[in-house]
């Protein structure tokens, strides 16, 4: 199993731009979620899915946006690009719904917004 | 309201020095707790984790005991080495329809 990746590893964008961050996992999990992670404010939550066709918002949504149209894929959008989207952006999975504290977290796409 | 609290680093020790990375928890009711580890350039790995209270989480030499008098989960191990170098997250799960909540992180260097 590959477990949880994300593309691209790395991304520069400009003010204004839109974007899509890929994250796909190969472990059957019905849980997954976006983090991201900037220094000193540790890992804030920016949008879930708890299954196929069902995704809320997390801590800090705005400017985001999800789909989950398969079990496997979760791509995070961004709509319109802010320096203040600099940072780390971690895509996690989990089995389900009883045992989602126990994630699985893909490698991170480090975001720079200029 | 409900938090996890974690020391602030970055932490350095010598190589077979004697760890403890303090966390302590708000929540109402009985959270599960947990230590998360990020290496460099990785994601977060769970290390271990405690569902109830009095439980010991260990994995790799590393221990945390659920102290539900102090609410606190603190990060032990009594002879670090340097591969133990990365970023430590504790954090809380409340139940099965709650999120995590992660503490900020505590980054450790180990000196040879």
């Known amino acids: 199993n590959a477990g949880v990746t994300q593309t691209p590893k790395f991304q520069v964008l400009k003010t204004g731009q839109s974007m899509t961050l890929q994250c796909a996992q190969d472990m059957n999990h019905e849980y997954m979620s976006w983090y991201r992670q900037d220094p000193g404010m540790g890992l804030r939550l920016i949008h879930y899915s708890v299954g196929a066709g069902i995704t809320d918002q997390g801590e800090v949504p705005n400017g985001y946006n999800v789909s989950r149209s398969t079990t496997e894929d979760f791509p995070l959008r961004l709509l319109s690009a802010a320096p203040s989207q600099t940072s780390v952006y971690f895509c996690?999975?989990?089995?389900?719904?009883?045992?989602?504290?126990?994630?699985?977290f893909g490698p991170g796409t480090r975001l720079t917004v200029t | 309201g409900n938090s996890v609290t974690q020391m602030e680093g970055p932490v350095t020790l010598s190589e077979e020095a004697f760890l403890t990375i303090n966390c302590t928890y708000t929540a109402t009711g009985y959270p599960s707790l947990f230590w998360y580890v990020q290496y460099p350039g990785e994601g977060l790995q769970l290390l271990l984790k405690a569902t109830k209270a009095d439980d010991k989480g260990s994995n790799k030499g590393f221990e945390a005991t659920y102290r539900k008098e102090t609410t606190s989960f603190h990060l032990e191990k009594g002879s670090v080495q340097v591969s133990d170098s990365a970023v430590y997250f504790c954090?809380?799960?409340?139940?099965?329809?709650?999120?995590?909540?992660f503490g900020k992180g505590t980054r450790l260097h180990i000196l040879p």
């Open positions: 954090a809380r799960s409340m139940n099965r329809d709650d999120k995590i909540i």
């Open positions: 996690a999975s989990s089995p389900g719904w009883g045992n989602r504290y126990e994630q699985y």
